[in-house]
């Protein structure tokens, strides 16, 4: 009898301690049989803990690291540093069979055994797509269940979508693909092994050729943390308007539609910080307006990461370090 596939997880973290452990616990908690961290800065915290653990390797993105990898020159932008870690370890030794590139704010939400998924797959198959669900912030007025968070998620087809997502958010739909700010794409798992495979950001590669229309996992979510509160989207806004998730070159989510870069330009040229409250408490608030608009539609999900217990089981020790948080977010 065959044994079930092992699974990982790579991501490039550029994050406070806290929550660089708090994306490895959690996957450890699935069964993640390796998780692969490179830091993208110094995090003395995070690589103590997760060397200590045996099912965790760590890379230091350091200038020895990058004179190594490419004779010196470290990619300015993070998206290409991300590609090239992925493909690194998957081209390394990853000590897995499916390896899954993903980000510190994304967490995997499988409702079936991740392996059992995996053995179901085609043995023909390179690659497979989890989709994301987005995290919503707390409305001060009407607070989730203690421990729950709201999350969305949005029609797969590109018409349900667009019609969908101009009903749920009536204000700005028109200019959002299925009211997400950050991908809807998701990420993808990949064979390890395949001889020539490469990774990207959102998709898998052979011998330069992407890898079109893989399966996706649909008994598997991926959570995705892009704007859990006002305060943490608002300092991450100009980073991410120059050069992340709502950058120049990001495509408008249909004919018509303003680009999220253009979007939230106008709205702040117009009305300023209130303007930009306005939008992120229509958009992103999990009101009881637009929770019961979500839940209509089939796209409203409550899901209890539990992360702080799961640090703590598998981080025991970090959890007693005055150093923990210390480090900046990005």
Request: glycine share 6%; proline share 9%.
């Amino acid at each position: 009898m065959c044994s079930a596939p092992t699974w990982g997880v790579v991501a490039t973290i550029k994050a406070p301690a806290r929550d660089t452990l708090d994306f490895a616990a959690h996957h450890l908690d699935l069964g993640a049989h390796r998780v692969h961290v490179y830091l993208d800065a110094p995090n003395p915290e995070a690589e103590a803990a997760l060397r200590a653990h045996p099912r965790c390797r760590v890379i230091v993105c350091d200038d020895a690291y990058w004179r190594h990898r490419r004779k010196g020159r470290r990619p300015e932008a993070h998206q290409p540093r991300q590609s090239l870690n992925a493909t690194h370890c998957l081209n390394r030794r990853p000590d897995v069979d499916w390896l899954a590139h993903i980000d510190v704010d994304e967490f995997l939400w499988p409702e079936v055994p991740l392996p059992a998924q995996l053995a179901s797959l085609p043995l023909d198959c390179l690659s497979a797509r989890v989709r994301p669900i987005e995290a919503l912030a707390p409305d001060p007025d009407d607070p989730p269940p203690e421990g729950v968070r709201w999350f969305r998620s949005c029609a797969r087809h590109k018409g349900a979508r667009a019609e969908e997502t101009a009903a749920i958010y009536p204000s700005f739909g028109a200019h959002l693909n299925g009211g997400f700010l950050s991908h809807v794409a998701g990420k993808v798992f990949v064979r390890t092994g395949q001889p020539g495979t490469s990774l990207r950001i959102h998709n898998a590669f052979r011998d330069k050729d992407m890898d079109a229309n893989p399966p996706e996992l649909v008994a598997t979510r991926l959570c995705h943390l892009h704007a859990p509160n006002w305060e943490d989207w608002r300092a991450r806004l100009r980073y991410r308007h120059a050069a992340g998730a709502y950058r120049r070159d990001i495509k408008p989510a249909g004919e018509g539609a303003l680009a999220i870069h253009d979007l939230l330009a106008q709205i702040e040229a117009e009305g300023g910080e209130t303007g930009l409250r306005a939008f992120f408490t229509e958009v992103c608030t999990a009101t009881p307006s637009l929770r019961a608009r979500l839940k209509a539609h089939g796209h409203l999900h409550a899901i209890a990461l539990d992360l702080d217990a799961k640090r703590a089981r598998h981080f025991p020790d970090a959890g007693r370090d005055p150093g923990l948080a210390i480090m900046p977010p990005p």
